[in-house]
């Protein structure tokens, strides 16, 4: 291999970048730890037999909203997985439901099993500081309570050992935290742009596929830790 490859390939692989022992670990929680895509099919659908967001009145903008699904996808339409969720007039009700009041849609959804078997008591373990590292949807200013309030009670009900700190940031501001002066930190995220923006930030960022605990693990073993 040419320098010039040895090179590249050093900085564009993260796992050349040394773990310190001061290094930090921060995880994501949404397709990471929490099963975010089967709490907003099952919501997604909660509207569409009933028609209203379930705890929140209906307002002219929300039938406008489903009119729209009902109208593009016909009224017998159901989803039944995440690229469901992508489709335009979907992904148009599904945010605007969830930022009616997301503290309690966020504390209710179903952790990733794997996650609380392996990957979270795996991380704990490794004798660095754990933090949650997560991104909100914005709340609408009637709401009862925000999405960072329902992932914090999410946290407290679901993860032993509790994190060192739970972060609520959006996700392009996550990359402040990828180092700690110069000390790279690890973060352990499913959405890939996040992960390459961590990276290049100077931090070593894993990219996790939901329920693969196992071969984030292995990852994480890959470069030291």
């Not at 593009?72 to 009041?101: Q, T, Y």
């Not at 179903?110 to 754990?130: M, N």
Request: proline fraction near 8%.
């Amino acid at each position: 291999m040419s320098l010039i490859r040895q090179y590249i390939k050093e900085v564009l692989d993260p796992s050349v970048i040394p773990v310190d022992k001061s290094s930090q670990i921060f995880c994501d929680m949404d397709g990471v730890l929490v099963h975010f895509e089967s709490a907003i099919v099952d919501l997604v659908n909660q509207i569409l037999d009933t028609g209203e967001i379930p705890g929140v009145p209906s307002s002219k903008g929300h039938r406008k909203r489903l009119n729209w699904v009902r109208r593009e996808l016909g009224p017998d339409w159901r989803a039944s997985s995440r690229p469901d969720l992508d489709l335009k007039p979907v992904r148009n009700m599904m945010f605007s439901a969830i930022g009616a009041n997301p503290g309690p849609v966020f504390a209710s959804m179903p952790p990733w099993p794997d996650a609380l078997a392996e990957l979270w008591p795996y991380i704990t373990s490794t004798g660095h500081i754990v933090n949650i590292l997560s991104a909100p949807i914005r709340a609408r200013d009637s709401a009862t309570m925000t999405a960072g309030e329902g992932k914090t009670i999410w946290v407290e009900r679901w993860l032993n050992p509790q994190p060192s700190e739970i972060i609520i940031t959006p996700a392009v501001q996550k990359v402040e935290y990828a180092t700690s002066g110069e000390i790279p930190n690890i973060l352990i995220d499913d959405k890939k742009s996040t992960v390459d923006a961590w990276n290049a930030g100077g931090g070593i960022g894993i990219l996790h596929y939901p329920g693969g605990s196992s071969a984030t693990i292995a990852k994480l073993k890959e470069i030291g830790l």
